[in-house]
C-alpha cells in the first residue's frame, strides 16, 4: 500500500496543474513498482482538486477523523 498525503500547492503556484502531475507522477510510480492499494488523502471541501483525483481514477471511500494527544494528562482537581 502506498498512502499519498498530503498534496499542496503554494498560492502562487495553482491552477499550473503541479499538484495534479505530481500526483499522478506518484500514482503511477506506485503502480509500477506493484502497489495494488494507494490512499489518498483528499479534502472534502476541495471541489477541484476532488474533480481532479476522480478523474485519475481515484474513488471516494470513506471519511476518517484525526486526532492529535499531547501526552500530558489533564489537570484534576483535589478536594
Given amino acids: 500500500m ?3 498525503d498530503p498534496v499542496y500547492a503554494p498560492t502562487h503556484f495553482r491552477r499550473g496543474g503541479y499538484a495534479g502531475a505530481v500526483t499522478a507522477e506518484v500514482s503511477r ?17 476541495n471541489p477541484t482538486s476532488n474533480a ?7 474513488a471516494y471511500v470513506t471519511d476518517f ?3 492529535r ?11
Fill in 2 to 4: 502506498v498512502r499519498v
Fill in 69 to 79: 494527544f499531547s501526552g500530558v494528562a489533564p489537570e484534576t482537581s483535589q478536594v
Fill in 29 to 45: 510510480a506506485a503502480l509500477a513498482i506493484g502497489s495494488t492499494d494507494i490512499v489518498l488523502f483528499a479534502d472534502p471541501t
Fill in 65 to 67: 477523523t484525526g486526532y
Fill in 52 to 58: 481532479l483525483y476522480q478523474r485519475m481514477g481515484y
